[in-house]
């Protein structure tokens, strides 16, 4: 009786929101289960609501009993966020863990041997094991899922017939991986007309693997993690793959954040995320990034309860057309795609409150296409408004003093 009356429950809440169109949230339970074991959420997919359920390979007990989903009016050659989040199928899951799997053989296999490097055309170092890991999985790919898109560092971009494109950096980390340091990961993500909606970080050398899927919360080799309270960056601990990374105006915007941060650390490349996912770090801040970089990451890292966006705090989401190129020109694998379509700034964040401080600090605002040293689009200076509302701006983000930065 109890299980047809929240079923009728939520049946109520999904007519209210069809007939009002101020309506944009409405809530399913997936905890609640009637005696034959099927849950008001599967019951309600009828009628056209996502089932926001764990897969068999990532139980998530222990994570929130409802969620709460918004939507958002979009035209009909543009997919909501909520319909790529009921676009994650159990077998999608699967398939990325079957994905990892294959890469770790190769991975493993060339590990700590004299494999030669070469250089690519952005001057990154590249591997028999990028290459093997990578073609691997295109080929799984293309055989279980031939109308799918794949976007990978090393081969370039392969538009499908579908919404769904597989983003694969295959040894993410290449100069940690071929100096026998065990802090690389294969990144394997999966996006729906633009939104990440599946992130998969495999660190085969330790057989430790973090998995986000959209509404569904993150793991860690099997159990729920999540991030861990931190209010301001003075308590926060912060990671970022190289200083490197930043240069020009990218280098001034970091380096306010940096300041006001803990601890500052470097060198961990897409391993990082993973620890802020687990609560052991609080903060990444990186530049020069490309989709295959990052798209994995954002379900991990919100579904462990952090944010994770662009240095403008915008969603990550990635949109490639065909009828801007193809291909794997400009060593990047992208066909000339990347300037015009991705942010290269990334920030994320354990908990939302220290992001929307690193967002404050940073004031950046691209002012054009960017370049190879990030001078081009520029933090917003504090010269283009007044000096003490720059002030209050750090004061309200740290609760400490007001430190100008000059060029």
């Given at each position: 009786?109890?299980?047809h009356?929240s079923?009728?429950?939520?049946?109520?809440i999904?007519l209210f929101?069809?007939?009002?169109s101020?309506?944009?949230?409405?809530l399913v339970?997936p905890?609640h289960?009637?005696?034959?074991?099927?849950?008001?959420?599967?019951?309600?997919?009828?009628?056209?609501?996502p089932?926001?359920?764990?897969?068999?390979r990532?139980v998530l007990?222990?994570?929130p009993?409802s969620?709460?989903?918004?939507?958002t009016?979009?035209?009909?050659?543009?997919?909501s966020?909520a319909e790529?989040?009921?676009?994650?199928?159990?077998e999608?899951?699967?398939?990325?863990?079957?994905?990892a799997d294959e890469?770790?053989?190769?991975t493993?296999k060339?590990?700590?041997?004299?494999?030669?490097v070469?250089t690519?055309?952005?001057?990154?170092?590249?591997?028999?094991?990028?290459?093997?890991?990578?073609?691997?999985?295109?080929r799984?790919?293309k055989?279980?899922?031939?109308?799918?898109?794949?976007?990978g560092?090393e081969?370039?971009?392969e538009f499908?017939?579908s919404?769904y494109?597989?983003?694969?950096d295959?040894?993410?980390?290449?100069k940690?991986?071929?100096?026998?340091k065990?802090l690389?990961?294969?990144?394997?993500?999966?996006?729906?007309d633009g939104?990440p909606?599946l992130?998969?970080i495999?660190?085969s050398?330790?057989?430790e693997?973090w998995?986000?899927?959209?509404?569904?919360?993150?793991?860690f080799?099997?159990?729920v993690?999540?991030?861990?309270?931190?209010?301001t960056?003075?308590?926060?601990?912060?990671?970022?793959?190289?200083p490197a990374?930043?240069?020009?105006?990218?280098e001034?915007?970091y380096?306010?954040?940096r300041?006001?941060c803990?601890?500052?650390?470097?060198g961990?490349d897409?391993?990082?995320?993973?620890?802020?996912?687990?609560?052991?770090?609080?903060?990444?801040v990186?530049?020069d990034l490309k989709?295959?970089?990052y798209?994995?990451?954002?379900?991990?890292?919100?579904?462990?309860?952090?944010?994770m966006?662009?240095?403008?705090g915008?969603d990550l989401i990635?949109?490639p057309?065909?009828d801007?190129?193809?291909?794997?020109?400009g060593g990047?694998?992208?066909?000339?795609?990347?300037?015009?379509?991705y942010p290269?700034e990334i920030v994320?964040?354990?908990d939302?409150?220290t992001h929307?401080?690193t967002i404050r600090?940073l004031?950046w605002?691209?002012?054009?296409p960017?370049?190879?040293?990030?001078s081009s689009?520029?933090?917003?200076?504090?010269?283009?408004?007044?000096l003490?509302?720059f002030?209050s701006?750090?004061k309200?983000?740290?609760?400490?003093e007001c430190?100008?930065?000059e060029?």
């Amino acid at each position: 009786m109890e299980s047809h009356f929240s079923t009728l429950f939520y049946s109520y809440i999904i007519l209210f929101c069809s007939f009002n169109s101020s309506a944009s949230v409405f809530l399913v339970s997936p905890k609640h289960t009637s005696r034959s074991g099927v849950t008001a959420a599967s019951r309600l997919s009828s009628f056209g609501v996502p089932r926001y359920l764990p897969t068999p390979r990532s139980v998530l007990a222990g994570a929130p009993t409802s969620r709460v989903i918004t939507a958002t009016a979009t035209s009909s050659s543009s997919s909501s966020r909520a319909e790529a989040v009921a676009a994650v199928r159990p077998e999608l899951v699967e398939f990325a863990h079957k994905l990892a799997d294959e890469a770790a053989v190769i991975t493993r296999k060339y590990f700590r041997t004299p494999v030669e490097v070469d250089t690519k055309g952005d001057d990154s170092p590249v591997t028999i094991a990028d290459r093997t890991a990578e073609d691997v999985m295109r080929r799984l790919i293309k055989s279980s899922f031939p109308e799918h898109g794949i976007f990978g560092e090393e081969a370039g971009i392969e538009f499908g017939s579908s919404k769904y494109m597989w983003v694969l950096d295959p040894v993410d980390g290449t100069k940690s991986f071929i100096t026998g340091k065990p802090l690389f990961g294969t990144l394997i993500a999966l996006t729906y007309d633009g939104y990440p909606i599946l992130g998969v970080i495999d660190q085969s050398i330790l057989k430790e693997r973090w998995v986000g899927v959209a509404d569904q919360g993150t793991t860690f080799n099997g159990k729920v993690v999540r991030t861990r309270a931190c209010d301001t960056l003075r308590k926060a601990y912060m990671y970022t793959t190289t200083p490197a990374m930043f240069a020009g105006a990218s280098e001034v915007a970091y380096n306010r954040v940096r300041d006001q941060c803990k601890i500052p650390m470097y060198g961990c490349d897409c391993y990082a995320y993973g620890l802020v996912a687990m609560g052991l770090a609080d903060l990444v801040v990186e530049a020069d990034l490309k989709p295959y970089d990052y798209m994995a990451v954002v379900p991990i890292i919100e579904g462990a309860g952090g944010k994770m966006t662009d240095w403008t705090g915008k969603d990550l989401i990635w949109k490639p057309s065909p009828d801007t190129g193809s291909g794997s020109g400009g060593g990047d694998g992208s066909g000339g795609l990347l300037p015009q379509g991705y942010p290269g700034e990334i920030v994320a964040a354990g908990d939302p409150r220290t992001h929307a401080e690193t967002i404050r600090l940073l004031a950046w605002s691209p002012s054009g296409p960017q370049n190879a040293n990030h001078s081009s689009p520029g933090a917003q200076s504090y010269e283009d408004k007044p000096l003490e509302d720059f002030c209050s701006d750090v004061k309200n983000a740290s609760e400490g003093e007001c430190r100008v930065y000059e060029d």
